[in-house]
């Protein structure tokens, strides 16, 4: 009973918890990545007490790989001398980490995971609690194979509607960001409802609690239902059964309530993720890179929205058009339906997957002065590389047309 955290978090305690409450809890999976378990493992050395269960734990390289400089070399170098040490058997270098973990079957409805990194609140798009710690309480729960939480109080987003043409959840997750603003949810759980969520396939719910955090929340879920045992079923290694529940008789600390259907494509400006328009405002100022990539955006479906407006059309001459599938399995499929392609001969050029240039260390980096249109989640001062470039964050069908033109487009002329 009560809302989706708390119903999750009691499900797991074995009793009924509730917002405010501070509780230990077994947790089924904690991860990492190159950048953030080095820390782990020096705090795992301090407490100085084996690891509970090496299979608990799963390691990625993602930020920067293949390894862009010396350090970032020699510190994945350390975590595979590591994970040989320990035994740890979960290590994946196939894409960004959290599209990986939910398709390798880490993510289950009703499941408790941890990353040691803030975008874990990703998979609370299929019923899965999770989010983002400090790299010293990664290597904790390495030990301990729990952690503490303060269950946290729910701000139920109801989104209602259909979206017009060209209007993706992207839009509608920059609309929300611009309305609660970037602490508008701080340590809140957000939930996620309506007949618009109802209806929207996986690859779109993910995008809303992919950006949970960019609004200070500690996770953004969404029931599971008939959606997310299709997706499970088809897209993921999870083994059923799987669990299938809902918000009981929740109490919410307030209600937003918005109707997508008269929304249009929207733009998140430099230099905060809440500085939203209506992109038609901002149509026309010239843009140096085009970054489609990461876990907000790179999915199948955002490669091929992309696509489709690429397809027999050539990128801007002078604007780079970067483009880093979330995962090799996704790379895979692209590859055989002929996006790559599409991608190659419109002139973008295609990276591995990974974080790629999402983090201003490899991949396309931005040179002072630049300014970049990308699918990405953030876009803080100095997030792609130099602090005075200027990073516009919207939807892959956006970044496309941006692509063609050189300037920002409204993606409704191409559709
Ligand atoms: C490097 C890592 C700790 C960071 C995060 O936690 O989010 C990164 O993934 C990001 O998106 O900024
Ligand atoms: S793609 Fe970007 S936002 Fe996502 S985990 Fe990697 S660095 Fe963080």
């Excluded at 708390?6 to 074995?14: Q, V």
């Excluded at 690859?203 to 809303?208: A, G, K, P, S, T």
């Excluded at 050539?314 to 995962?327: E, G, K």
């Excluded at 190659?344 to 980096?365: E, F, I, K, S, W």
Aim: aromatic fraction near 8%.
């Amino acid at each position: 009973m009560g809302t989706l955290v708390e119903e999750i978090f009691s499900r797991r305690a074995g009793r009924s918890v509730r917002a405010g409450e501070i509780i230990l809890l077994d947790v089924d999976t904690i991860m990492s990545h190159d950048n953030t378990t080095p820390l782990a493992i020096k705090a795992f050395r301090e407490i100085g007490k084996p690891i509970r269960n090496p299979d608990q734990i799963v390691i990625h390289f993602d930020h920067a790989y293949p390894a862009p400089n010396l350090l970032a070399a020699e510190n994945q170098q350390k975590i595979l001398r590591f994970m040989r040490e320990q035994g740890i058997r979960h290590f994946y270098h196939h894409g960004v980490c959290h599209q990986v973990m939910i398709e390798e079957g880490f993510v289950r409805p009703g499941g408790v995971v941890i990353g040691a990194d803030s975008h874990t609140v990703t998979y609370g798009a299929l019923g899965c609690f999770s989010t983002g710690l400090g790299s010293s309480e990664i290597g904790a729960a390495w030990v301990t194979g729990k952690c503490w939480f303060r269950t946290p109080e729910t701000i139920l987003i109801r989104l209602e509607g259909q979206t017009a043409p060209g209007v993706y959840s992207k839009d509608v997750m920059l609309y929300l960001a611009g309305v609660l603003g970037m602490d508008g949810a701080t340590y809140r759980a957000l939930e996620f409802e309506g007949s618009y969520i109802r209806n929207l396939p996986m690859h779109e719910r993910l995008v809303f609690s992919n950006m949970s955090v960019e609004l200070g929340a500690k996770c953004g879920l969404i029931a599971p239902d008939e959606i997310t045992l299709q997706y499970l079923a088809q897209e993921t290694r999870a083994q059923p059964p799987f669990e299938v529940f809902r918000a009981e008789q929740p109490r919410y600390e307030r209600v937003v309530e918005i109707d997508v259907s008269g929304l249009e494509p929207q733009i998140a400006c430099h230099p905060d993720v809440d500085q939203v328009k209506p992109l038609r405002e901002v149509e026309g100022l010239p843009i140096d890179e085009v970054y489609i990539g990461t876990c907000t955006n790179a999915r199948y479906e955002d490669l091929e929205i992309a696509a489709g407006i690429l397809r027999g059309r050539q990128v801007h001459r002078f604007t780079r058009v970067l483009v880093t599938p979330a995962s090799q399995t996704i790379y895979e499929k692209a590859m055989q339906n002929g996006l790559i392609e599409v991608f190659l001969q419109a002139g973008c050029t295609v990276n591995a997957p990974g974080c790629g240039a999402c983090l201003g260390r490899h991949g396309g980096v931005l040179a002072p002065g630049e300014r970049a249109f990308t699918t990405m989640n953030r876009n803080f001062i100095g997030r792609m590389g130099s602090s005075e470039a200027e990073i516009y964050l919207g939807s892959p069908a956006a970044a496309a047309a941006t692509a063609l033109e050189g300037r920002i487009t409204d993606p409704r002329k191409y559709l």
